[in-house]
């Protein structure tokens, strides 16, 4: 029997009171691997009144001890790593070495957020006035909260939840329902550092439970991370409801490959930002733009190259992708490469055929290539989050670079090129929060915020470093005079 | 097997390396079991730290068939010691992470002197038998 998880709220593990339940499955088997609740409205309430109860005290806890509760938690991390990394995969699907670099990323934040001693000084200036002097400090706000998506289920919380607890702040985590198993693990780890209760919290649930968060008015501000339209649903809610948010959203990101680009380095760039995690994740690239006579070698070493990626169970150690995290994803991502081959793109790798020995039930495409993209083609405008690769033609940098400004999308985009000149151009002009110079995925470091643009983000601060420092405390300036 | 992923190289090596400890302690060679034992740890900790989005680009041309030795006898001990140094340096040539090519060096040379103090004890005591 599977078991049904549980909410973690005010330092307590409480089951859940709703009869809506869901299973969550391991996208490799297809078999049940827990239950998780979709909690009500008023747990959800439960869990914003623990931390709303928490926070005076927290606040008051000198930023040197909460950045102990940190180093106290990144030990239990380390020391959990495998198991966790080992959860990300049989719930999500992606190969275990991708696992093991999602949590090293969540660990990342936790230590980068141990800084908040320094992070959180303020500044001052003496005589701002003759006797009068100004201090900007920084100060905590209350209750936070996250609402996470599927693809990072480990780490995306920790962009946010690490900086808003070092900062003072009192946090309220919902989990995904489609891959919430690694949260649990991780609150387990969280009790497990002894945090004083009421300071972090988790809620299993759906649309419900976003939507409590979203309108209690105890709740400052929230993080989100997911599609373009539930970004702006929740911008939206949020803003509404007098929060601060920050929207993550979706993306279709464009590998630029320049004709002097080094064709064998660029293509296993390309593969990994490809088809790394099967496509999920919102800075693959989807989108490989050819430009002038590079088109026809670099199409033919991306094929065979793709073509080798052994696909499987991400437990297996030699498998290089794994499946995608659902039947209605495989599902959906099946209609995409339709519609490619409808609309006249030239399909020159189809992952449809691929059978994974030992796994008939799981949710396996192969790597999908498809030849002849044009802008207007479905497959080159909408995000597919899965393994397909769209690879199009430019006849030189202006076009290329065109061709990224017609997309809604800002997320990410990288170029290939060994041109100083090309890559100025780019990194100045591409309308993309985050850039990569012959790296396929532009992923920020903790210290850095993960950005993104137009469509793709929804906000000002960004989740990670300095940032989420920013996100998660209100400036306040003192203006003083003695007589 | 091909060892085409991060993860799949460092978990040969400590496949080798718990396999080199097995054999040490059960031989009774203290500092050889330890040496095993620490190497084991600092593969446990680059696989943990050394796991970047950058690194998880496909690797070729490695085989564990070419690293393939038993490890049951004394007499074993220089051959596997010399195919784990060549497992080392090959698969440093092939890790784009410097701190893990770092310690992957030094596991070779490690190997290596360790095979090499095999290979002399060995023909030591040949040399005691024969004379």
């Known amino acids: 029997m599977t078991e049904t998880l549980r909410n973690f709220i005010g330092g307590e593990w409480t089951a859940s009171g709703s009869k809506r339940v869901l299973d969550v499955h391991n996208p490799a088997s297809g078999e049940a691997i827990a239950r998780v609740p979709l909690s009500a409205q008023s747990e959800v309430r439960a869990a914003v009144a623990a931390a709303k109860a928490a926070f005076p005290e927290w606040r008051e806890t000198p930023p040197l001890v909460r950045s102990r509760y940190m180093f106290r938690l990144k030990a239990l991390l380390e020391e959990h790593f495998e198991d966790l990394a080992r959860t990300v995969t049989l719930e999500h699907g992606k190969i275990i070495d991708e696992a093991r670099g999602e949590v090293r990323r969540a660990i990342e934040n936790v230590e980068v957020a141990a800084g908040v001693p320094s992070l959180m000084m303020g500044y001052n200036a003496e005589d701002i006035a003759v006797g009068i002097d100004e201090d900007c400090v920084f100060q905590p706000i209350g209750v936070f909260a996250c609402v996470a998506p599927f693809n990072f289920p480990a780490m995306v919380p920790f962009w946010f939840l690490p900086y808003a607890v070092a900062c003072g702040d009192t946090y309220v985590v919902k989990p995904s329902e489609v891959c919430p198993t690694s949260q649990s693990r991780l609150f387990e780890l969280l009790d497990e550092a002894d945090f004083p209760p009421g300071v972090v919290n988790l809620v299993n649930g759906d649309k419900e439970a976003v939507d409590a968060l979203l309108t209690d008015p105890d709740v400052a501000g929230v993080s989100f991370v997911g599609s373009t339209p539930v970004g702006k649903y929740i911008y939206a809610t949020a803003a509404a409801h007098g929060k601060r948010a920050q929207c993550q959203a979706g993306a279709k990101n464009c590998l630029v490959v320049m004709p002097d680009a080094n064709l064998d380095r660029t293509v296993a760039a390309i593969l990994t930002s490809a088809f790394g995690t099967a496509g999920q994740r919102c800075l693959a690239g989807s989108l490989v733009v050819a430009v002038g006579d590079v088109y026809a070698p670099l199409r033919d070493k991306l094929v065979a190259a793709a073509s080798a990626l052994k696909v499987g169970d991400g437990l297996d150690e030699s498998v290089q992708m794994g499946p995608v995290v659902t039947r209605k994803s495989l599902d959906r991502i099946l209609g995409y490469v339709e519609s490619g081959v409808k609309e006249g793109a030239k399909l020159l790798l189809d992952g449809r055929k691929v059978k994974v020995d030992g796994r008939p039930n799981g949710y396996f495409i192969g790597p999908t290539i498809f030849d002849g993209v044009r802008p207007d083609m479905t497959i080159a405008k909408e995000e597919i989050f899965g393994p397909v690769l769209g690879i199009a033609r430019a006849k030189d940098f202006a076009e290329a670079l065109s061709i990224i400004d017609g997309l809604p999308f800002g997320n990410a985009a990288s170029l290939f090129t060994q041109s100083g000149k090309w890559a100025r151009e780019f990194k100045y002009r591409v309308p993309c929060g985050n850039v990569g110079i012959n790296v396929g995925i532009a992923a920020p470091i903790a210290s850095f915020p993960f950005a993104g643009m137009r469509n793709s983000f929804f906000g000002d601060l960004h989740g990670q470093g300095r940032d989420a420092i920013q996100f998660f405390t209100d400036r306040k300036v003192v203006i003083s005079r003695w007589f | ?131």
């Not at chain 2, 190289?9 to 040496?35: D, N, P, Q, S, V």
């Not at chain 2, 004394?74 to 090959?90: I, L, N, T």
């Open chain 2, 1 to 131: 097997m091909d060892l085409a992923t991060f993860g799949a190289i460092l978990r040969f090596a400590m496949e080798l390396e718990g396999k080199a400890e097995a054999f040490y302690r059960e031989a009774g060679f203290a500092e050889a079991t330890a040496a095993a034992a620490k190497r084991l740890r600092l593969l446990e900790q680059a696989r943990r730290e050394g796991v970047a989005e950058m690194i998880l680009e496909p690797i070729t041309g490695l085989d564990t068939a070419a690293y393939a030795a038993h490890l049951e006898k004394a007499a074993d001990v220089s051959r596997f010691e010399g195919a784990c140094a060549r497992f080392y340096k090959d698969a440093a040539a092939k890790l784009p992470i410097r701190e893990v090519v770092r310690l992957f060096q030094r596991l070779a040379l490690e190997h290596e002197a360790t095979g090499a103090q095999a290979q002399e004890s060995q023909g030591a005591s040949r040399r005691t038998e024969g004379g």
